[in-house]
């Protein structure tokens, strides 16, 4: 009986203890909790001004990344240009060259072939000595 008297004496006694801990920790756990939910609140207030100044920063960012697409687009056309007017101009120099020397080949067949009939004429006028 002693010790059925001990054992609900212990009991209680822990119950006290768990009771008055959880009076201690619980209560400042909501107190944290309301503290919370306040930070929260003025949190969300200044972040709504604050989202339209990083909305307005966003836009800005994205303005910014378009005009560097552009500007590459108009360099990557610009190059596209400049190619295609030295490959141009490489072939006409080309074909400049190419007809030069087709004239030069013409000029040579042609004054060869003048040497020819000199030569025939002189051979010619020799006979006839």
Not at 12 to 34: I, N, P, R, T, Y
Not at 55 to 82: G, P, V
Not at 91 to 98: L, N, P, T
């Amino acid at each position: 009986m002693l010790i059925y008297r001990a054992g609900k004496f212990a009991v209680v006694g822990v119950l006290v203890m768990v009771l008055s801990a959880c009076s201690l920790f619980g209560g400042k756990a909501k107190q944290d909790e309301e503290a919370a939910k306040q930070k929260e609140q003025q949190t969300k207030a200044q972040s709504t001004g604050d989202q339209s100044i990083i909305n307005q920063e966003l836009k800005k960012q994205y303005d910014m990344y378009h005009e560097i697409l552009k500007y590459r687009l108009d360099q990557q056309a610009n190059m596209a240009k400049q190619t295609e007017e030295r490959y141009k101009k490489l072939k006409e120099q080309s074909s400049k060259s190419s007809n030069q020397s087709n004239d030069k080949s013409k000029d040579t067949s042609s004054s060869s072939s003048d040497d020819t009939t000199k030569k025939d004429s002189e051979d010619e006028s020799y006979s006839d000595n």
